[in-house]
């Protein structure tokens, strides 16, 4: 008895210390969550009930033993109920807040213990154990009733993981294993242990047990990362995003999705079939409008590159629909790059919108401006009909109407223009801009017109020739009719792929830009097509745009996307 007695202390020690320092690196490790909190109860309760195991052993008579056993059941009774706590809060069942259903676990545990505390009661706990033959135990009735009770939430704690395991199946597979391996080996043990099928090796192997339950625990988080980089919060936020969202591995082979996913792409394909991102790009082809932008993009999603608002189209039995593409890296602690993060977002609600604001525009222009240069010349006229023996007064009322007509005539002209786009196909992007310039040079405003590498014998892809046109059109308006210039330069060039818009007028300027629906709609634009713009001016310096935007881009990708934006 002695040698089972220095053994088993000896044991006990060496597990003991391997439980706290698996429950240190734990809490220094990983991440502080609520699960976290209830595992290191659950490592404390494992420690506590070692310490007081070895107490129970050194007993020198039945008297301290009884007293270490009522110590020793206090752990023993509380694991079963913080395992259950444990496993309803990694499933979202509950959380720490729920105190009322953790309560219900907890209390009945504790009040099926209380007797233990007690000389007078304390048959309902315990019977009979001989100090000579610790094998010899007979538990009261109430021990009875918590072992059971304790069987019951082991077995619904490994009933609820595996119910969750099959849920998440797709994405960590191995730590199930780990996670219901500890309490089956655990409760398996207890139960042969009960029905004396495990032969007496002297002393109690239940903690050691519920130490390999701790390990098992452990390792499922250091592995697999059971609780840390998925955390079941993050889990439920990635699901139900409202954007569609792809995970893929170093090998881009899709690991996860979302249910937007299933919800805006599914009636085009069967995303179950779906492994690599090559095949959900192929499933996107057939039915999109710009199969050689998604070429391009899937180019660079195998380079890993980061991508932000690539456009494209796809026609499904819902219609047309409008999309942008994101792409982020995802990178380990070296920063080499392990996979990436795609993000698909609907902006087919957006583009209506723009139309709207489009139509809106057009009616202010027509309300605000023409409307008021028409009461302008029809007072004007008014006045000099009735006052036509006063020279000098109709002379002038004369030229101010003569002045608002014309501007009448530009702003007609222009709201024509973007009702009814040039079409660049057959007069050309130079044709048209130079007829622009034509129009508007009548009222006395000198243009200087330049262009490098842009010639109308080159078959420019309509939106690319659009997005110039716009550019020139709004930026000369903008000129006109904000900064009154009489003098403006506009240089279109190509320059290694890149189309460069530069325009800059002699008009009064600003220190500070305030940006209207038409320099707003300008950045919108080059934004959609990879491009950028900027704009300077100066109270006095007049005003200068700078944009440009890869050529070879638009002509294969934007389609109606950009037509229904420029409109």
């Not at 903690?207 to 955390?231: E, M, N, R």
């Not at 038409?518 to 491009?531: A, H, P, S, V």
Request: glycine residues 6%.
């Amino acid at each position: 008895m002695d040698w089972n007695r220095s053994i088993s202390i000896i044991i006990y020690s060496l597990v003991m210390i391997q439980c706290t320092v698996t429950m240190v690196i734990t809490y220094i490790k990983v991440k502080k969550t609520e699960i976290l909190y209830i595992l290191l109860i659950n490592q404390i309760l494992i420690i506590m009930w070692f310490v007081f195991g070895i107490h129970e052993i050194q007993s020198a008579n039945n008297r301290e033993v009884l007293f270490a056993v009522r110590l020793t059941l206090f752990p023993i009774n509380m694991l079963s109920g913080t395992w259950l706590v444990m496993a309803m809060i990694y499933a979202r069942i509950i959380t720490l807040k729920n105190m009322g259903i953790i309560s219900l676990i907890i209390v009945p545990k504790i009040l099926l213990y209380l007797p233990a505390l007690t000389n007078k009661y304390f048959h309902l706990i315990l019977i009979n154990k001989n100090y000579a033959d610790p094998s010899e135990n007979i538990w009261g009735v109430l021990s009875t009733i918590n072992f059971d009770i304790g069987y019951i939430y082991i077995v619904l704690g490994i009933l609820i993981i595996l119910i969750k395991a099959i849920i998440d199946y797709k994405i960590l597979k191995a730590k199930v294993i780990l996670l219901v391996m500890g309490p089956i080996i655990t409760l398996t043990t207890n139960i042969l242990l009960r029905t004396r099928l495990i032969p007496d090796i002297g002393f109690d192997i239940t903690p050691i047990t519920f130490s390999l339950f701790s390990l098992f625990l452990s390792l499922a988080i250091f592995k697999y990362d059971a609780f840390g980089v998925i955390q079941s919060g993050a889990m439920e936020l990635f699901r139900v995003n409202e954007e569609a969202i792809l995970i893929l591995d170093e090998g881009n082979n899709i690991i996860e999705y979302n249910d937007s996913v299933a919800k805006e792409f599914g009636q085009i394909g069967d995303l179950e079939t779906i492994v690599h991102i090559s095949q959900y790009f192929d499933m996107l082809k057939k039915v999109s409008r710009n199969p050689g932008r998604l070429t391009k993009i899937l180019e660079d999603i195998y380079k890993h590159e980061e991508i932000l608002d690539c456009y494209f189209v796809i026609e499904s039995t819902k219609g047309k629909k409008y999309y942008s593409l994101e792409l982020k890296a995802i990178k380990d602690s070296h920063n080499d790059k392990i996979g990436a993060i795609i993000k698909i977002e609907d902006h087919t609600s957006h583009s209506i919108g723009m139309i709207k604001d489009e139509r809106s525009r057009i009616s202010g222009d027509l309300h605000d401006n023409l409307s008021n240069m028409i009461n302008v010349v029809s007072m004007n006229l008014d006045y000099s009909m009735k006052n036509y023996d006063n020279e000098e007064n109709v002379m002038k009322c004369m030229g101010t109407a003569y002045e608002a007509s014309s501007q009448i005539r530009l702003h007609l002209r222009r709201i024509l223009d973007e009702l009814t786009p040039v079409n660049l196909s057959k007069v050309g992007v130079i044709n048209a801009v130079k007829s622009l310039i034509r129009r508007v040079e009548g009222i006395g405003v000198q243009i200087e017109f330049t262009h490098t590498g842009i010639n109308d014998k080159i078959n420019y892809n309509k939106d690319c020739g659009n997005l110039m046109y716009q550019t020139c059109m709004e930026a000369i308006n903008n000129s006109l009719f904000n900064g009154h210039a009489t003098y403006i330069i506009v240089n279109i060039s190509s320059d290694e792929g890149m189309v460069n818009i530069h325009i800059k007028d002699n008009g009064i300027g600003c220190n500070n830009i305030l940006k209207g629906r038409g320099l707003t709609t300008m950045e919108k634009r080059y934004k959609i097509c990879d491009g950028q713009v900027e704009f300077e001016s100066r109270e006095g310096k007049g005003f200068i745009i700078d944009a440009q935007f890869p050529l070879h881009y638009l002509c294969d990708s934007c389609g109606e996307v950009e037509t229904a934006k420029l409109r």
